[in-house]
Antibody, heavy 121, light 110 residues
């Protein structure tokens, strides 16, 4: 059973870059048809897809955040990471890593427990 | 404002049937893309509830079902139970925006 676990700093200052890492266990990050994703949820609000990456290195971004978001993959550690630059209070949210099944279907079938990121000076 | 529109809240008594709608457009649901549903219990991560419009992952009770027609989709829950009290989100693919979620619906079991 694939499991995902997020890790990150928790508190970030405005204008800085926050980096979060997701560690995948119980399955291969090289599995075909699966994309490794980030989704966030601001306090009291809904879910927002941010980005995903395939084991080939192909990456895709939410157009509204594309200028500030980067995703990377470290297959040797079974990890993928989110980098969000120039953060503001609006980026305060719980950040989830998730596995997306592609093949034209695009659903998130496994989720991490989430990590809180607070942007504050 | 979400690309997919859901009612903010629904409620029902134990044992009743409730439905949650998800309305999109010709760029997403109406373009033939599948609709998926997630359940988020209080304080927990979302969990896949329905995929591919009407398929249940292993372990999801058959009290939960999904349907899709035109530019809309619906999640139905029959035999409502107190443990069904949660937030529910629909999700689909959009030609311009890629993966999009509905704004979420809070289900209250009276």
């Amino acid at each position: 059973q694939v499991q995902l676990q997020e890790s990150g700093p928790g508190l970030v200052k405005p204008s800085q870059t926050v980096s979060l890492t997701c560690t995948v266990s119980g399955g291969s990050i090289r599995a075909d048809n699966y994309y490794w994703s980030w989704v966030r949820q601001p306090p009291g609000k809904g879910l927002e897809w941010l980005t995903y990456i395939y084991h080939s290195g192909s990456s895709y971004y939410n157009p509204s955040l594309a200028s500030r978001v980067t995703v990377s993959l470290d297959m040797s550690k079974s990890q993928f990471s989110l980098h969000l630059s120039s953060v503001t209070a609006a980026d305060t949210a719980v950040y989830y890593c998730a596995r997306l099944y592609g093949s034209g279907r695009n659903y998130f079938d496994r989720w991490g427990q989430g990590t809180q990121v607070t942007v504050s000076s | 404002q979400s690309v997919l529109t859901q009612p903010p809240s629904v409620s029902g008594a134990p044992g009743q049937r409730v439905t949650i709608s998800c309305t999109g457009s010709s760029s997403n649901i109406g373009a033939g893309y599948e609709v998926h549903w997630y359940q988020q219990l209080p304080g927990a991560a979302p969990k896949l509830l329905i995929y591919g419009n009407n398929n249940r992952p292993s372990g999801v009770p058959d009290r939960f079902s999904g349907s899709k027609s035109g530019t809309s989709a619906s999640l139905a829950i029959t035999g409502l139970q107190p443990q069904d009290e949660a937030d529910y989100y629909c999700q689909s693919y959009d030609r311009s925006l890629r993966d999009v979620f509905g704004g979420g619906t809070s289900l209250t079991v009276l």
